[in-house]
T-cell receptor
Framework: EAGVAQSPRYKIIEKRQSVAFWCNPISGHATLYWYQQILGQGPKLLIQ????????DSQLPKDRFSAERLKGVDSTLKIQPAKLEDSAVYLCASSLESSGELFFGEGSRLTVL | KNEVEQSPQNLTAQEGEFITINCSYSVGISALHWLQQHPGGGIVSLFMLSSGKKKHGRLIATINIQEKHSSLHITASHPRDSAVYICAAYTGNQFYFGTGTSLTVIP
């Protein structure tokens, strides 16, 4: 079975620019998560989708971050405009059900200069 | 205070040693996950457990619900076990992650 696909793997941008990350979860997985992981820290939840609905986006900085999962399958996470402190790895994960085993993508490493 | 605390933060071991990583949590959980993250790589789920003990190869995970504590053991450690091990507590609504234990196994 194909794993969680993410792209791009690496992105370098200047502050105030915009960036978008894409995630395609494992087929049939209804729950999709976006996490931000800053070096030396554990993953921090940005947003959780159940199918195409948002379950939790309480920690998403909505003034600059947005995410969508329009057809309940793949998802995009956008940052506009980026700040230096957004430099991190953005991890996408999916699970068959909300309490099930988590499957992570390889992550998208963002560097903001 | 973090909802999930791991110890130690860093661990260096000689190949073949028995390794224990500890995780304490303060929230009520429906499941406790152990994850492995290699440098530059994604995260792999090792175990999901809600009681007792699970074993997979040289890895063993235990949980004590009353004490809100879980341990991950690695027997006969090998350099390829070098990675960051992350404990995650699932409450039924959300995951709380520890900051990880960075393990280096020296040949």
């Amino acid at each position: 079975e194909a794993g969680v696909a993410q792209s791009p793997r690496y992105k370098i941008i200047e502050k105030r620019q915009s960036v978008a990350f894409w995630c395609n979860p494992i087929s049939g997985h209804a729950t999709l998560y976006w996490y931000q992981q800053i070096l030396g820290q554990g993953p921090k939840l940005l947003i959780q989708f159940q199918n195409n609905g948002v379950v939790d986006d309480s920690q998403l900085p909505k003034d600059r971050f947005s995410a969508e999962r329009l057809k309940g399958v793949d998802s995009t996470l956008k940052i506009q405009p980026a700040k230096l402190e957004d430099s991190a790895v953005y991890l996408c994960a999916s699970s068959l059900e909300s309490s099930g085993e988590l499957f992570f993508g390889e992550g998208s490493r963002l560097t903001v200069l | 205070k973090n909802e999930v605390e791991q110890s130690p933060q860093n661990l260096t071991a000689q190949e073949g040693e028995f390794i224990t990583i500890n995780c304490s949590y303060s929230v009520g959980i429906s499941a406790l996950h152990w994850l492995q993250q290699h440098p530059g790589g994604g995260i792999v789920s090792l175990f999901m457990l809600s009681s007792g003990k699970k074993k997979h190869g040289r890895l063993i995970a235990t949980i004590n619900i009353q004490e809100k504590h879980s341990s991950l053991h690695i027997t006969a450690s090998h350099p390829r076990d070098s990675a960051v091990y992350i404990c995650a507590a699932y409450t039924g609504n959300q995951f709380y992650f520890g900051t990880g234990t960075s393990l280096t196994v020296i040949p």
